[in-house]
C-alpha cells in the first residue's frame, strides 16, 4: 500500500471505534500529519479521550495519559532526579509520563502556571530541561489535551503563548441522531465482547507522509490567500468597521506558518500535490480560532471567534 492508502485505513480504523464525529478524526490526523499539537475543546462524553485511544491504539506508538489537577506539579509531568547511593551517578534521571509518543492532557485548563510553563517547552522545543540537563522527546511526539468549555471552577485560563502551540483546535459537538444510534450499538457490542486487537501502522508510515506532504505545491494565490486572512485578524479596519469592532488582536506568524501546513495536508489527504482556497477554507476556524482574541463589543453582539472568522472570509478575495 501507498503512504496515503496507509493513513487513510488508518483514518478508517478511528472512524470504527468514534462515530459521528469524522471531522474530529480528519483534524487530529492533519495535526499529527503537521507535526503539531492539537487541543480538543467539547462537553464531557464526547469521546474526546476515545478518540485519542483510539489513534493509539491503530498507530504503533505508546501512549501516556495526564489527568491534570490544581495540585499537579512540574515533576509529575516531566520527571526528575532520584537519588541513588549505590550508583557511580549519584542521580538519575526518572522521566515522567511525558516521554511518548501520544501524550493526552486531560483536562489541560486545571494545572497551574508552573505546570504549564513545563508541558510549553515540550510542545515548542520538544525537550524539556530538569535540574539543568536537556532531555529530548522521542521522534514521534504530540499533545492532545482536552478542555471542558463550559466548566470554569477550578481551572486557569490556558495563555496565549501556550494556545499559540497548538497548530489548531477542534471544537466537539453533539453527534446527529443516526450517529447516535450507531454509538449506543458500539458500546453495547463492546460489552459483550473485545474485539481482536489488529496490528498497528507503522510509525515510519506517519514520518513518510510529512515528507509527501512537504513536496505539496502552494501557488502564489493561495499564499497570497492565506497572507490576506491573517492579516485581515491584525488589521480589520482595512475591511470592515464591523470587524474592526470585534478584533482587539490578531494572530501571529506561527498561524500563517499552521495554516500553509495544515492546508498542505489537506490536499494530501485529498490525493492531490497542490493546494487550493478550499483546502485553506476547510482548516481556518481551527487554526484561528484559538488565535484571535475578541473585543468586548464582540461578546456584546454574541459574536465567537468561529463566527468572526465567517465574516472575514466574506471580505477577503478569493484567488
Known amino acids: 500500500m501507498t503512504t496515503l492508502e496507509?493513513?487513510?485505513?488508518?483514518?478508517?480504523?478511528?472512524g470504527e471505534d468514534v462515530i459521528g464525529q469524522q471531522d474530529v478524526?480528519?483534524?487530529i490526523l492533519i495535526g499529527l500529519l503537521t507535526?503539531?499539537?492539537?487541543?480538543?475543546?467539547?462537553?464531557?462524553?464526547?469521546?474526546?479521550?476515545?478518540?485519542?485511544?483510539?489513534?493509539?491504539?491503530?498507530?504503533d506508538c505508546k501512549l501516556n495519559r495526564i489527568q491534570f489537577t490544581p495540585d499537579l506539579l512540574p515533576a509529575d509531568v516531566t520527571g526528575t532526579e532520584i537519588y541513588q547511593p549505590q550508583s557511580e551517578e549519584k542521580f538519575i534521571f526518572q522521566p515522567g509520563p511525558i516521554f511518548s509518543n501520544l501524550v493526552l492532557a486531560d483536562e489541560i485548563n486545571r494545572a497551574p502556571a508552573k505546570v504549564q510553563s513545563a508541558l510549553l517547552e515540550a510542545m515548542e522545543e520538544r525537550q524539556v530541561s530538569?535540574?539543568?540537563?536537556?532531555?529530548?522527546?522521542?521522534?514521534?511526539?504530540m499533545v492532545l489535551a482536552t478542555q471542558n468549555p463550559?466548566?470554569?471552577?477550578?481551572?486557569?485560563?490556558?495563555?496565549?503563548?501556550?494556545?499559540?502551540?497548538?497548530?489548531?483546535?477542534?471544537?466537539?459537538?453533539?453527534p446527529d441522531k443516526e450517529s447516535e444510534i450507531g454509538i449506543v450499538k458500539l458500546v453495547r457490542e463492546e460489552t459483550k465482547s473485545k474485539p481482536a486487537p489488529s496490528a498497528g501502522i507503522p510509525q515510519q508510515v506517519i514520518f513518510d507522509?510529512?515528507?509527501?506532504?512537504?513536496?505539496?505545491?502552494v501557488a502564489d494565490g493561495a499564499a497570497n490567500y492565506i497572507a490576506d486572512i491573517v492579516d485581515g485578524t491584525r488589521y480589520p479596519e482595512k475591511l470592515?468597521?464591523?470587524?474592526?469592532?470585534?478584533?482587539?488582536?490578531?494572530?501571529?506568524?506561527?498561524?500563517?506558518?499552521s495554516l500553509d501546513r495544515c492546508a498542505r495536508a489537506v490536499a494530501w489527504l485529498d490525493g492531490?500535490?497542490?493546494?487550493?482556497?478550499?483546502?485553506?477554507?476547510f482548516i481556518v476556524h481551527d487554526v484561528l480560532r484559538h488565535r484571535i482574541i475578541l473585543s468586548y463589543e464582540a461578546n456584546v453582539a454574541r459574536m465567537n471567534a468561529d463566527k468572526v472568522i465567517d465574516e472575514l472570509l466574506k471580505v477577503i478575495a478569493v484567488p
Open 6 to 14: 496507509q493513513v487513510k485505513t488508518l483514518r478508517q480504523r478511528i
Open 150 to 174: 463550559i466548566e470554569q471552577e477550578g481551572t486557569y485560563p490556558l495563555p496565549e503563548a501556550q494556545l499559540d502551540r497548538f497548530v489548531i483546535k477542534i471544537n466537539i459537538t453533539y
Open 25 to 27: 478524526i480528519d483534524k
Open 130 to 141: 530538569v535540574a539543568g540537563k536537556t532531555h529530548q522527546m522521542e521522534p514521534l511526539f
Open 272 to 281: 492531490r500535490d497542490y493546494v487550493t482556497p478550499d483546502d485553506i477554507r
Open 35 to 59: 507535526d503539531g499539537n492539537v487541543l480538543l475543546e467539547g462537553l464531557p462524553g464526547l469521546a474526546k479521550t476515545r478518540a485519542v485511544k483510539s489513534l493509539a491504539k491503530h498507530l
Open 209 to 217: 507522509a510529512r515528507k509527501e506532504i512537504n513536496e505539496v505545491k
Open 240 to 257: 470592515t468597521k464591523e470587524l474592526a469592532q470585534w478584533l482587539s488582536y490578531g494572530a501571529s506568524p506561527r498561524a500563517s506558518i
